[in-house]
């Protein structure tokens, strides 16, 4: 993947609630930090700019992170580049001791992570995880 460029061009240092790119929107609290993907699809252009944002982000916060949670829930199809984009993230979470957790899948996409094995990379949950509130 390439490095995080700031696509639509938001100044990061003013924005309030946190979203570094069209496709996700990050937060991080008590060392998670939460990527709420933007659906309905993530294909190859969406997946670039997810894997860019978020390796980025995962970076930028290092040892503090402690868990990734990537939801899901607005997100209705994934293409093979989105599913290389959740290992990917999860491999740079993992760099830094991080576990990665994946909620909000449809039956249908859960059904896609278990046929693809992925599951066994994943905590998948069926339900969000009480997170609190974003900083």
């Given at each position: 993947?390439?490095?995080?460029?700031?696509?639509?061009?938001?100044?990061?240092?003013?924005?309030?609630?946190?979203r570094?790119?069209?496709?996700?929107?990050?937060?991080?609290?008590?060392?998670?930090?939460?990527?709420?993907?933007?659906?309905?699809?993530?294909?190859?252009?969406?997946?670039?700019?997810?894997?860019?944002?978020?390796?980025?982000?995962?970076?930028?916060?290092?040892?503090?992170?402690?868990?990734?949670?990537?939801?899901?829930?607005?997100?209705?199809?994934?293409?093979?580049?989105?599913?290389?984009?959740?290992?990917?993230?999860?491999?740079?979470?993992?760099?830094?001791?991080?576990?990665?957790?994946?909620?909000?899948?449809?039956?249908?996409?859960?059904?896609?992570?278990?046929?693809?094995r992925?599951?066994?990379?994943?905590?998948?949950e069926?339900?969000?995880?009480?997170?609190?509130?974003?900083?």
């Open positions: 993947m390439t490095d995080y460029t700031n696509m639509n061009r938001i100044n990061v240092s003013n924005n309030v609630d946190g570094r790119s069209l496709f996700v929107d990050v937060s991080f609290s008590d060392g998670t930090l939460k990527a709420c993907l933007v659906g309905p699809r993530i294909g190859e252009r969406e997946a670039t700019v997810v894997a860019n944002a978020l390796n980025a982000q995962i970076k930028q916060y290092d040892n503090k992170v402690t868990s990734l949670v990537l939801d899901f829930s607005a997100v209705q199809f994934i293409s093979s580049l989105g599913l290389g984009m959740c290992i990917d993230v999860r491999n740079t979470a993992e760099q830094c001791n991080a576990k990665t957790v994946i909620v909000g899948l449809t039956n249908h996409l859960k059904e896609l992570f278990e046929m693809m992925l599951d066994r990379l994943f905590k998948i069926s339900v969000k995880p009480n997170l609190g509130t974003a900083a």
